[in-house]
Each structure stands twice: as structure tokens, then as C-alpha cells.
């Protein structure tokens, strides 16, 4: 069984600032499979990138995905006021979906 | 417009059971894969279980092999969640998801179901 694990746990950063947020999967798996959702308070997930770097229809260019093997990465170029949430990181494999235990991006 | 509504949450006792209901507008159901995912109070998300287009195929967390099942009724575009002896750690939001096509990613997904277990 894969384990997705994030860091960090939260993120305090302003807006403007550029946000790294990683994933690390226990052991190397295919980036086709790998997935990042964001989630706001109250809200279900949204899908942001899918394919590890492919950006979701209506998602902006200021979030972008990279990685391969075991290390995996979603960037946010310029923090804007609506992109503080929790990010999750996902992958797909064998039919089980495993999720990482999420990023909180926060005001600093 | 994708809708995904579901329904059926509530107070529940222990070792009761339960049948969450996700009616599916505005896309071909028939077509896509459908899932269930939860979401426990201030956790993050975790897989449930998923059934094939067709509904010939199911898949389950292992948390939940045994105790849930899923199903869907393609005429009436709705996707089922039958919870068996629910237990407190069942307490969750329960969203219903479309599978992408690839089956990698969870595309649309409802507004969630919150389901809380407690005597």
C-alpha cells in the first residue's frame, strides 16, 4: 500500500509569495496516476492538476504540478487572497486511491 | 451543468445502518465510473469506494470491506453507499465523486452528506 505523506503541515504565507508544497509517495510511482485537489473551508475538493502537471479545466497558470518517482510538487507562483486552503495531494493505483493528509496554505 | 446531490446523512446510532443516495445530473452517468469519499471532522479525505460504469465492477478501502456497498441504478442516474454496523469512525462527510475516464482522478464531486455516528 502507497502512503502519501506532505509537508509541510501548514504554510503561512502572504499573498504574492510563491507557495512549494510537497508529497512524497512511499515508494516510486507512475505520475500519470498523480493528482493534486484544493479544498476550502465548507467546500468539497477541486481538482487543480491531474497527470502530476496537466492543469485542470478553469484552473489558473499560477498553479503548476512536477515530479516523478517518489517526490511530487505543486507550485503557486503568486499567492492570490482565494488560493488559502487546504491542498491535498492523490494517486491512483491497482483500484485503490490513497490521499495525502493535506497542506494548509494560510495568511501569514 | 455536472450536479452530484447527496442525501441520506444524519444521527445514527451505533451498529445501525444507513443508505447514502447521490443523485447525477447533467452529464452521461451511464458512462463514468462513480465513487464515494469521506472526510472525517477537521481530517483530511480518504477513499471509500468505487463502482464501474456499468455497476458490474466494485471496489472498497479496506476500512470499509465487509461493512458498506456500493451500487447504482444507471436508469435513474443515482449512486448508493449501504453503511452496515456503522462505529463511531464512520462519522464523516460523505461525497460522491465522478471517476475520470483514465480512472486516475476524482472530477466532479457533490456537496457531501454529513453522517454522524453516536448513541
Known amino acids: 500500500e502507497i502512503v502519501l505523506t506532505q509537508s509541510p503541515g501548514t504554510l503561512s504565507l502572504s499573498p504574492g509569495e510563491r507557495a512549494t508544497l510537497s508529497c512524497r509517495a512511499s515508494?516510486?510511482?507512475?505520475?500519470?496516476?498523480f493528482v493534486w485537489y484544493q479544498q476550502k473551508p465548507g467546500q468539497a475538493p477541486r481538482l487543480l492538476i491531474y497527470?502530476?502537471?496537466s492543469r485542470a479545466t478553469g484552473i489558473p497558470d499560477r498553479f503548476s504540478g512536477s515530479g516523478s518517482g517518489t517526490d511530487f510538487t505543486l507550485t503557486i507562483s503568486r499567492l492570490e487572497p482565494e488560493d488559502f486552503a487546504v491542498y491535498y495531494c492523490?494517486?491512483?493505483?491497482?483500484?485503490?486511491?490513497?490521499f495525502g493528509q493535506g497542506t494548509k496554505v494560510e495568511i501569514k | 451543468e455536472v450536479q452530484l446531490l447527496e442525501s441520506g446523512g444524519g444521527l445514527i446510532q451505533p451498529g445501525k445502518s444507513l443508505r447514502l443516495s447521490c443523485a447525477a445530473s447533467?452529464?452521461?452517468?451511464?458512462?463514468?465510473?462513480m465513487s464515494w469519499v469521506r472526510q472525517a471532522p477537521g481530517k483530511g479525505l480518504e477513499w471509500v469506494s468505487a463502482?464501474?460504469?456499468?455497476?458490474?465492477?466494485?471496489y472498497y478501502a479496506d476500512s470499509v470491506k465487509g461493512q458498506f456497498t456500493i451500487s447504482r441504478d444507471n436508469p435513474k442516474n443515482m449512486l448508493y453507499l449501504q453503511m452496515n454496523s456503522l462505529r463511531g469512525e464512520d462519522t464523516a462527510v460523505y461525497y460522491c465523486?465522478?471517476?475520470?475516464?483514465?480512472?486516475?482522478?476524482?472530477?466532479?464531486w457533490g456537496h457531501g452528506t454529513l453522517v454522524t455516528v453516536s448513541s
Open positions: 463502482v464501474s460504469a456499468t455497476g458490474d465492477n466494485t
Open positions: 465523486a465522478t471517476v475520470s475516464f483514465t480512472g486516475d482522478y476524482f472530477h466532479y
Open positions: 497527470g502530476a502537471s
Open positions: 515508494q516510486s510511482v507512475t505520475s500519470t496516476h
Open positions: 447533467g452529464f452521461p452517468f451511464s458512462s463514468y465510473a
Open positions: 492523490q494517486h491512483y493505483g491497482s483500484s485503490f486511491w490513497t
